[in-house]
Every structure is written in structure tokens, then in C-alpha cells.
């Protein structure tokens, strides 16, 4: 899996186009999009202006972090315990 970051402009129409490079034309790929609307900077932030989320890389860690430690629980098996039977309720009217 490669992760590729674009920025695009959507049309009047609502299409987005995306040109994916050389390497990945002529081929079927499985494609997952996020959306999240590109935020200006300005030079001094008005106060109601939104707080720009920094990326994994600005808070030391790797850009694959969530790739790495996902399912990496190295302690002692997660057990579910037995689950009680469902409890009778009168009939709320």
C-alpha cells in the first residue's frame, strides 16, 4: 500500500480530478478518500479562526505510526468475560 497526499480543487460541478502518477496507470487500485477542507494560514491567527491539526511527523512520530501499532499489544491476551443473561423489564406504556 502506498499513501499518497494531493490537494484538488473541486469544480462548480462537484467533480474532482485526480492524475495518479506513471507508475500506478493501467491498473485496478483500491482507492480510500478523506476529505478535510484546506485551511489558510494567515500571518497572525484571527481568534476565531480554526487550530490547524499538526501531522504525526510535527509530533515526532513516524507518518506509518498508526500502521505500526495497530494490533501490536504485546501484554496478556484481551479476554471478553461471559456475558449476563438480559435482564426481564415490565413493558414501559
Request: overall charge negative.
Amino acid at each position: 500500500m502506498e499513501t499518497i497526499k494531493l490537494q484538488a480543487h473541486v469544480g462548480q460541478d462537484g467533480a474532482l480530478q485526480v492524475t495518479v502518477p506513471e507508475g500506478l496507470r493501467n491498473q485496478d487500485l483500491e482507492i480510500l478518500m478523506v476529505f478535510q477542507p484546506v485551511v489558510v494560514q494567515v500571518s497572525e491567527p484571527l481568534p476565531s479562526a480554526p487550530k490547524v491539526l499538526e501531522g504525526p511527523e510535527a509530533l515526532g512520530y513516524s507518518r506509518y505510526f498508526l500502521e505500526e501499532v495497530v494490533g501490536g499489544w504485546l501484554g496478556e491476551p484481551l479476554e471478553r468475560p461471559q456475558q449476563l443473561e438480559f435482564e426481564e423489564r415490565e413493558e414501559w406504556t
